[in-house]
């Protein structure tokens, strides 16, 4: 990770993930590790209460506003490059990825290519995860697993139409303008 000029890892799993992970986590020496939950485990399993993948993304943004704005605000402060992951790295990750990308200006259509992405990477896991459901479950489980394009753009097309976009969502969650335009500005 160093020779990437990683310095900071953010893992944005809850307690309990962490906790039921804590014997296989490996550091590098010089790098911060930070643990900010995106959802803790109260909110883990009000999720599950939304209908689609979609609505536990709008869940997020809606319920967790102080957790976007803590990941945020570690990367607007963290010296060198900053990784974050979750426990899949689909879901909570590509949140966080989706909003950089258009901190960075990226435009929707890049964005939407780099979410669907996930599938071609996690398609072995995407099996196994399957394969371990029970068969009735196995095509919502199926569904939620996919990564379509049009849902991180109805995630974008969310925060643009209640927030003014992802600058006004993470002001409104409280960082402040300066931590975005640091964000911002390490992103170009």
Not at 9 to 32: M, Q, T, Y
Not at 114 to 128: G, S
Request: proline share 4%; hydrophobic share 40%; charged share 25%.
């Amino acid at each position: 990770m160093q020779a990437y000029g990683v310095s900071t890892v953010i893992d944005l799993r809850s307690p309990s993930e962490r906790a039921a992970d804590a014997n296989s986590v490996s550091r590098a020496k010089g790098v911060e590790y930070l643990h900010r939950p995106l959802v803790d485990d109260a909110n883990m399993r009000r999720l599950g209460e939304a209908t689609n993948m979609f609505g536990r993304y709008l869940m997020m943004l809606d319920k967790d506003q102080h957790a976007f704005r803590n990941v945020f605000d570690t990367m607007a402060t963290a010296e060198g490059g900053v990784l974050f992951h979750c426990f899949a790295g689909k879901d909570r990750t590509g949140l966080i990825a989706a909003m950089l990308l258009s901190l960075a200006g990226v435009p929707r259509d890049h964005i939407a290519l780099d979410f669907t992405e996930t599938d071609k990477q996690l398609a072995r896991k995407y099996e196994e995860w399957l394969a371990g459901t029970d068969p009735e479950k196995r095509d919502q489980m199926r569904e939620d697993l996919h990564c379509p394009p049009d849902r991180i753009l109805g995630v974008l097309d969310y925060l643009d139409s209640k927030w003014g976009g992802v600058p006004s969502y993470l002001e409104a969650a409280g960082m402040t303008p300066a931590n975005i335009d640091r964000v911002s500005a390490k992103l170009t």
